[in-house]
């Protein structure tokens, strides 16, 4: 057995023969970047913009591997988690001069791998010609793909996981395969992480763990198989870490230092009892989990039992269905009229999930969730006249959990901002539980348990992550992870739909001919559906004219916004306004000088932190002044975070995206004292940003945060200390010192564990120059001449890897002022310099070009040897059934 090869899962084949539909997608793609709102009021489109310029120009200065992940951007990048290295683009980015043209191509680019990459997928996988644009098109239409799709930076996750997901599909359906083929998956989903978010690794690493489990569960009893697939996981994630431990220095010291994500464990939250009420709470909530669950009970104990002679019809079918979901609702009405103990205000918890969910009705009781239940029991009992205990109540299980993946999938809900449907319109995700039957039908056990699980998390086991590890399990983008499985089983449903179908005509009709005239009707439908769904593309809307351009006014735009103004073909001259707006910026920040506080250097209004004016006044201003700047709270120490937030700081940072049981649960004990809840305390703005300076009272806060008036320079001289236990002590003492009418100036305050005070001691008044000679994101240098020893305090943030040097020589770093940093310098005159380096970067890029070596190494290797021989060795090959 050979291992697998690009000719054997004809990529090349169908990139050739569907030209076609390739250039249909590079237009879709071209148009649909091609929108007024993007160009002009899009935060993420100038985010990256200028990331990239900054990448650009700190890179030619050589300055990469003292890229400073608590600049500016680099604040943004570890926060959101991504490196600025995409590996489809990276070396257009080192090249090319970053131009507002070559950016919007680089875009397009990437929105069409993303169209291209699913149609791809589905080809692969033998599911024809035609079918696999249905997915393409509705997943595009109706799911937050269509949004991140957009971004350059995820061109290599989406192109390179679902080949990687292909590939891991078609070694596990293989009875033999050889471990070339698991190295090439391993390959693949390396690829797919390089420059990604650490959530969005996160969630990718979860659901390719769940596939390998699922294997385990199907395989139980297997030892041999199981043995396998347990070294196989361990192996794969081991080697994908290998290969990009480059960049996990960059994440990790992101991690330790930013207030969104925690990786400290609580074990006091895991002891609280309201956390595992909450916990069975999510889990009896889920109807369709508990029923799946029933079902498949049911079936283990007719199987103990052998019950063979336990036959049911399609008659007895509907009637143990109704009696199941009349249980269910009954009990939960039951425990939604529940006044216990055990479920404090549980009906304000379900009123608070019910005003949350925009369609208000599960997807099964909805008129196109009865219409699939009854096409899943018709079609296969008329396949079918009966079938047994075992068979019948599995078949249950799987309706059940294919409605609990659809429930899942089609989500939608309403918390200040508009989420994007997961994935498919409510219709159409109903349907895919004929998916989930046709996966059964296959034996494809796996598949099945593996989007359950991966569901079940984002339902219940997200509660427990964020409470107890203080990481947000955003449901609607952990389930860009399982975007592959998602295309899968709606193809499923449509090819089972068109083979029932067929098969019922045929038993009508007597004509064995007529299934393919069903299949070519099919394919007429497709055309028409995906025809209907983008025709606003194909045919814009209203003509109208903006600033002496013509333009194209459309409605329900593919695939970003409702209400959309179109260029086409057209070229877009002069600066957008943003940008506009941000280089005038730049020039009033310069013009300030470098000795301001950081924390003020870019010119403020009272509206910083609220989402509309931000890119306005800063994009890319902070790039073409000096190090830092209060956008999006990124120079803004974690203490500090948690000292002018509310007080209960484990739900401040919440999501929008985050599951709404979880939202309601931390809800719940916010206001816990008050004995009601409110949707209104689930607004995202208010919990997540600080309060602009304006309106806070806090002293220190103004003196911190506000730039007019401030007469705290950037660095200055200190000749006292005050060490305190904490950094909230800290501030309490600098908040009385201002109260009285003092100056921060006057001392530097610390907690940091390795300052001890020394023989310092002020005889005369302290009288010093200090001047900048440079100023960088990853160097700074000052001249410095002092009457007597003296601290030097810099108002920059302190973070891991800064190192100070006094004339040459390396000096000890402190960090003072909550979450700035000082050093320690003699009398006399010296030069002092600050110099960053991401920690542990230079081990970690060699470990990861080692790993790099050995894989390819060993891949050309094995074609070598196959060349050379014409096959692979028998004994480099392990045998095993198909699941």
Request: charged share 15%.
């Amino acid at each position: 057995m050979r291992s697998i090869h690009l000719r054997e899962i004809n990529l090349v084949k169908i990139l050739t023969k569907e030209i076609p539909i390739v250039i249909f997608f590079i237009y879709v793609a071209y148009l649909s970047w091609w929108f007024h709102e993007r160009e002009h009021t899009m935060l993420d489109y100038a985010l990256n913009f200028d990331h990239w310029w900054y990448f650009y120009h700190r890179l030619h200065e050589g300055a990469l591997a003292q890229w400073n992940p608590f600049s500016l951007f680099g604040r943004i990048a570890v926060q959101y988690n991504y490196i600025p290295v995409s590996v489809l683009f990276s070396p257009f980015f080192v090249l090319s001069e970053p131009t507002l043209r070559l950016y919007d191509n680089f875009q397009i680019a990437s929105t069409f791998l993303g169209i291209l990459i699913i149609y791809i997928f589905g080809r692969m996988l033998g599911y024809g010609r035609y079918y696999p644009l249905l997915p393409t098109a509705l997943i595009l239409l109706s799911s937050s793909y269509k949004y991140w799709i957009s971004f350059i930076y995820f061109g290599a996750f989406f192109f390179f996981y679902p080949l990687a997901v292909v590939v891991f599909i078609k070694a596990v359906e293989k009875k033999a395969f050889s471990n070339t083929q698991w190295l090439f998956f391993i390959v693949l989903f390396s690829f797919s992480l390089m420059g990604l978010r650490l959530e969005k690794m996160i969630y990718a690493v979860a659901f390719v763990m769940v596939m390998f489990f699922s294997l385990l569960i199907v395989s139980w009893g297997d030892w041999r198989k199981m043995r396998h697939f347990a070294i196989i996981l361990v192996l794969s994630l081991v080697t994908a870490l290998i290969l990009i431990s480059w960049q996990l220095p960059f994440l990790l010291a992101s991690v330790l230092n930013t207030d969104r994500v925690s990786i400290a464990f609580k074990l006091s939250n895991v002891m609280n009892i309201e956390l595992w009420r909450w916990i069975f709470l999510s889990i009896i909530l889920q109807k369709f989990l508990l029923l799946t669950l029933i079902n498949l009970g049911i079936a283990a104990v007719i199987k103990y039992l052998r019950k063979p002679s336990c036959i049911f019809d399609i008659r007895t079918a509907f009637i143990i269905i109704a009696v199941e979901l009349l249980a269910i609702y009954s009990l939960h009405q039951y425990l939604y009229n529940l006044n216990s103990h055990l479920f404090p205000r549980f009906g304000a918890l379900m009123m608070d999930l019910h005003m949350l969910n925009k369609i208000r009705v599960d997807i099964l009781f909805s008129y196109h969730g009865v219409i699939a239940l009854l096409l899943c029991l018709t079609l296969f009992f008329v396949r079918e006249n009966s079938a047994t205990g075992v068979r019948f109540f599995s078949l249950l299980s799987a309706v059940f959990a294919g409605f609990y993946v659809a429930e899942y999938s089609w989500q939608h809900w309403v918390i200040n901002n508009n989420v994007f449907t997961y994935f498919w319109p409510p219709v159409i995700a109903s349907f895919i539980v004929l998916g989930a039957i046709g996966l059964w039908n296959k034996k494809k056990y796996w598949m099945l348990i593996a989007m359950v699980i991966f569901h079940f998390i984002g339902e219940t086991v997200s509660i427990f992550l964020y409470d107890v590890f203080g990481y947000p399990w955003l449901p609607g983008r952990a389930s860009l992870a399982e975007i592959p499985f998602q295309v899968i089983v709606l193809l499923e449903a449509f090819v089972y739909l068109i083979n029932g179908i067929s098969h019922i005509s045929q038993r009508l009709f007597f004509k064995t001919n007529i299934g393919r005239d069903i299949r070519l009707l099919a394919n007429l439908i497709i055309y028409a559906v995906i025809f209907m769904s983008i025709k606003t593309i194909l045919i814009p809307g209203q003509e109208i004219i903006i600033d002496k351009r013509q333009a194209y006014k459309t409605s329900d735009m593919f695939p970003f916004s409702e209400e959309t103004v179109l260029y086409p073909f057209k070229s877009n001259k002069g600066k957008n306004k943003w940008l506009y707006d941000a280089f005038q910026n730049a020039d009033k920040a310069k013009q300030a000088g470098g000795r301001n506080n950081p924390w003020k250097r870019v010119y403020v209004d009272d509206n910083v932190h609220s989402w509309s004016p931000m890119y306005f006044k800063f994009l890319p201003a902070y790039s073409q002044t000096l190090n830092t700047a209060p956008v999006y709270a990124s120079e803004i120490p974690k203490i500090m975070r948690d000292i002018f937030r509310h007080g209960d700081k484990s739900i401040v940072n919440l999501h929008y995206e985050v599951n709404p049981l979880i939202l309601a649960y931390f809800a719940y004990k916010w206001d816990e004292n008050e004995s009601e809840m409110s949707s209104n305390h689930l607004d995202f703005v208010a919990m997540t940003l600080l309060l602009p300076h304006a309106v806070n009272n806090e002293p220190l806060y103004k003196e911190l945060m506000a730039e007019e008036g401030s007469n705290t320079p950037r660095a200055f001289l200190s000749a006292k200390v005050i060490k305190l236990s904490q950094q909230a002590e800290e501030y309490r003492y600098l908040k009385d010192v201002l109260a009285e009418g003092g100056n921060v100036v006057n001392q530097i305050t610390t907690s940091d564990i390795n300052f001890e005070l020394g023989s310092l001691q002020p005889t005369l008044p302290l009288k010093y120059t200090l001047e900048f000679e440079r100023d960088e994101p990853e160097h700074i240098m000052f001249h410095v001449n002092t009457n007597q020893g003296a601290y030097l305090a810099l108002l920059d943030l302190y973070s891991p890897g800064w190192k100070a040097f006094i004339d040459g020589k390396e000096a000890n770093i402190y960090r003072g002022y909550i979450g700035a940093r000082f050093i320690s310098v003699p009398e006399g005159e010296h030069s002092v310099e600050f110099k960053y380096r991401v920690p542990y970067l230079i081990p970690a890029m060699a470990v990861s070009a080692a790993g790099w070596i050995i894989i390819v190494m060993i891949i050309f290797g094995n074609l070598l040897f196959a060349k050379g021989n014409g096959r692979f060795p028998k004994n480099r090959l392990i045998t095993l059934d198909v699941i």
